[in-house]
C-alpha cells in the first residue's frame, strides 16, 4: 500500500524541474491528482489552530509536526485555508489534505497509537464565517488559539505585512490611523457574498484582530469549552515544554520532548513610541478585561 508520504513524493517529483518560485505551489496541484478522487476515503483532521495571527502558531505546529504520532497535511502544509478564503473550493478538496483511513488503521496496527492530524490557519479566528462553517462541518474538532499582548500581536501584524508586501505604509501609527477607513463595510460585504474576500480585511485589520473576546465569544457559543484550549504565547515561548506538553495533553497525544524549541518566523523591531503604546493600551482595555473574565487572570497583559 502506497502510504500518503510516498504519494506526496511521487506528485513532487512530477515538478522537480520547476522553479524554486512555483515548485510547492505545482507540487500541492499534482498531489490533488492522488489524493481528491480518495478524499471520501479521508476523515477530517482531529485539530485545527485558529490563530490569533503572529502569536506562535508556526512554532506549535513546528513542534507537533515532530511527535511520532502526528501528521501534517499533504506536503507539510501548516495552513489549508480551506474555512475562510478557499471554501468555494468543497469539502472533498479539504479531506483530500489528509490521511487516508487505511493509512490511519496501519499506522495504528504498526504503532499501537492512534494517528492525529490537523492543520494551522490563523485566519480562522477572525474570519466571521468560519466558527460557523467549522461548527456545521467539523462540529467535534479541537479548537487550539493562542493569544499575545494585543499591542505587541498588532505590532508585529504591522511589520509581517509590511515585509510580505501586503502594507505600503511604513509607518505603524498610519497604518493604525487608516484601519477604520479601510475595514469600513467588508465584514458586511463579506456577510452579505460568503465568496467576498477582502484583501484589507486580511491584511489590514491590526487593532480588529487583536479584539480576542469579541471573536472567542462566537466560537465559545458555538463549541463546548472542552473543545477549545487557550494558550498565553508569552507562557509558550518562556517555558515552551511546559506549554507542549499542554497541548499534547489536550490532543491526546503520548508525552514528547523535543531536543530544541527553536522559535519560528520572528522579526527583530524597533520600540514603540510611548504615544502610540498608550493609544493601544485604551483601545484594548475593555477587550482584554473581558478575556479576564472569560479565560481568567492568567491571560492579562497589564
Known amino acids: 500500500m502506497m502510504t500518503d508520504k510516498e504519494l506526496a513524493d511521487r506528485a513532487a517529483a512530477t515538478v522537480r524541474d520547476a522553479s524554486p518560485v512555483t515548485w510547492k505551489t505545482r507540487a500541492k496541484r499534482a498531489a490533488r491528482l492522488y489524493t481528491v478522487p480518495t478524499a471520501a476515503l479521508r476523515p477530517a483532521p482531529e485539530f485545527l489552530i485558529i490563530g490569533a495571527q503572529r502569536c506562535g502558531t508556526t512554532s506549535l505546529y513546528k513542534y507537533l509536526a515532530q511527535h511520532p504520532q502526528f501528521r501534517s497535511a499533504t506536503l507539510r502544509t501548516k495552513g489549508v485555508h480551506f474555512f475562510d478564503t478557499r471554501f468555494d473550493r468543497g469539502l472533498p478538496w479539504y479531506r483530500a489534505h489528509f490521511p487516508t483511513s487505511m493509512y490511519r488503521a496501519w499506522f495504528r496496527a504498526r504503532t499501537g497509537a492512534d494517528l492525529v492530524t490537523g492543520e494551522a490557519s490563523p485566519y480562522y479566528l477572525f474570519h466571521p464565517h468560519v466558527p460557523y462553517r467549522i461548527a456545521r462541518h467539523l462540529p467535534e474538532v479541537k479548537l487550539i488559539v493562542m493569544l499575545r499582548d494585543p499591542i505587541e500581536r498588532t ?84 517555558d515552551p515544554a511546559e506549554e507542549y506538553a499542554r497541548v499534547l495533553d489536550f490532543l491526546g497525544l503520548s508525552s514528547f520532548a523535543l531536543s530544541d524549541y527553536k522559535k519560528h518566523n520572528g522579526y527583530k523591531r524597533t520600540a514603540m513610541h510611548p504615544d502610540t503604546r498608550a493609544r493601544l493600551e485604551e483601545h484594548f482595555a475593555d477587550s482584554n478585561r473581558r478575556l479576564v473574565e472569560m479565560l481568567g487572570p492568567r491571560f492579562s497583559w497589564d
Open 155 to 238: 505590532y508585529s501584524q504591522w511589520q509581517h505585512e509590511l515585509s510580505r508586501g501586503f502594507e505600503h505604509l511604513d509607518k505603524f501609527e498610519a497604518a493604525l490611523d487608516a484601519e477604520p477607513e479601510r475595514l469600513a463595510g467588508e465584514v458586511e460585504q463579506m456577510e452579505a457574498d460568503p465568496e467576498y474576500k477582502s484583501h484589507n480585511h486580511q491584511h489590514h485589520s491590526y487593532m480588529a484582530r487583536s479584539l480576542y473576546a469579541d471573536q472567542l465569544d462566537v466560537y465559545r457559543s458555538l463549541f463546548p469549552a472542552g473543545q477549545i484550549l487557550a494558550v498565553k504565547s508569552e507562557d509558550f515561548f518562556s
